[in-house]
């Protein structure tokens, strides 16, 4: 299990404030599912009585996913339901990840673990394993008008359309009669996981249908997935911040439909874009010590200085070639030898070198703080720069629109010196 109860956050209501206590993902403490449930459980009762002793009010919301589906599974809903209940706390469990497949007739975790009767609202989707659009929340009536006058969706969206309720129903009556359906997904999932897990992949602690292979390099899961596409798999990469940094994970979604063969195919898939990636990577990595070590030393503040003239000479010519609006902003590029940044100005199409520093122009500035992003510069590689931007050595300060002017700019430049 990897949840927990997050912080109290207060929510103006009416003109009284409502603490609501949200859960976060956290990673599984070593020793596994029942120290967490435990831990779950303990920061959820100090979150509440801090609520308490803090904000001083009486009514906690605590809103919680039944099953999480990360990689992190079934939540520890009777010790929350419990705990939140011993203080008075209303309930609010979004069953998005377990209506359907988890509890009697497919009702969900709160039927499956009896605590239906203790939890103020249920919440699910229409559009998972009813295949349709749109939600309900089931409540008691007196909670009923509070959920309508204080959500915003349902005072500002347009209603389901009756055919996609009409659809929804079919489903529902499917599913609640179908047990077969259910036994095929689950039996599916199950044999999903054994076959991932004996191949080595990390599934983190979930059961349930959504598999979730984890990857620590996002650039590795982007290109598994792209990879994956290639070979007619379907899948897709979710990375930080929707999941903790350095702990991305591609999403396989197990359906009923699916067979033990399509498992097979996706896990061959898997394996066989991995070892092309991984190979294709090494390459790229040898290419690109070998490149380094070739194009020698940090071009330094000639190098840049010299990219600057070109670079502002290219648009020079083409915005006196150019007819419509002309920006008027300045880039800044700075070095880690403590000296002024390079600058470039654009003012009323003219283009200036070494402009002085912005006082009232949209403006943004890089600094280089390695080689390798002063050589991706230098070389108006636009990815390399990125890359830089991501690791941290091309740091970028001031606003964005001038950035993405300049990235364009070198796109064009660097598309007009190909051609
Ligand atoms: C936990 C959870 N709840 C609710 C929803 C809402 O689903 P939809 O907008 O498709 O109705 C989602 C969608 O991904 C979800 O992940």
Redesign the pocket.
């Known amino acids: 299990m990897a949840r927990r109860a997050g912080r109290a956050r207060r929510l103006r209501r009416g003109g009284g404030e409502h603490p609501v206590l949200l859960q976060t993902t956290k990673q599984a403490p070593e020793g596994g599912g029942e120290r967490l449930r435990l831990a779950v459980s303990e920061r959820l009762q100090s979150d509440l009585e801090l609520a308490h002793r803090v904000v001083n009010y009486n009514d906690e919301s605590v809103v919680i ?1 039944s099953v999480y ?1 990360m990689g992190e599974g079934a939540a520890p809903i009777e010790d929350l339901v419990r705990t939140a209940k011993k203080h008075g706390a209303l309930v609010f469990v ?1 069953e ?2 377990s209506f359907g497949f988890y509890g009697p007739r497919g009702a969900g975790l709160c039927a499956e673990r009896g605590v239906t009767d203790q939890v103020d609202f249920i919440m699910t ?1 229409l ?1 998972k394993a009813l295949g349709s659009l749109g ?1 309900v929340v089931a409540a008691r009536e007196e909670h009923v008008a509070l959920i309508k006058s204080s959500a915003r969706a349902y005072i500002f969206q347009a209603t389901v359309s009756p055919a996609d309720i009409a659809a929804a129903l079919a489903a529902l009556r499917r599913l609640s009669t179908d047990e077969a359906l259910r036994e095929r997904l689950w039996d599916t999932t199950r044999y999903m996981r054994q076959r991932f897990t004996d191949a080595g992949y990390d599934l983190g602690t979930g059961d349930g249908p959504i598999v979730t292979p984890h990857f620590s390099d996002k650039d590795k899961l982007y290109a598994i997935c792209h990879g994956l596409f290639e070979r007619g798999v379907q899948t897709a990469a979710v990375t930080y911040p929707i999941v903790e940094t350095g702990r991305g994970r591609l999403r396989f979604i197990c359906s009923a439909s699916h067979t033990r063969e399509d498992v097979d195919r996706t896990l061959e898939a898997l394996i066989d874009t991995e070892r092309a990636v991984d190979a294709e990577r090494e390459t790229e990595a040898e290419r690109r010590a070998a490149g380094e070590e070739a194009s020698g030393a940090h071009p330094g503040r000639s190098g840049v200085e010299e990219w600057a003239r070109a670079f502002a000479d290219h648009l020079q010519e083409t915005l006196a070639r150019e007819d419509g609006p002309a920006p008027d902003l300045v880039v800044s590029f700075g070095l880690p030898d403590g000296g002024e940044p390079v600058r470039i100005g654009v003012r009323g199409r003219a283009v200036e070198l070494g402009a002085a520093e912005p006082a009232d122009a949209p403006s943004c500035s890089l600094v280089l703080t390695d080689r390798r992003a002063a050589s991706a510069l230098c070389s108006s590689d636009v990815q390399g720069l990125l890359d830089g931007v991501l690791r941290g050595t091309c740091e970028l300060q001031g606003q964005v629109e001038p950035f993405i002017w300049l990235v364009g700019r070198l796109v064009e430049w660097q598309r007009g010196v190909a051609a």
């Open positions: 996913e589906s979004d998005a990840h989707t559009s939600g």
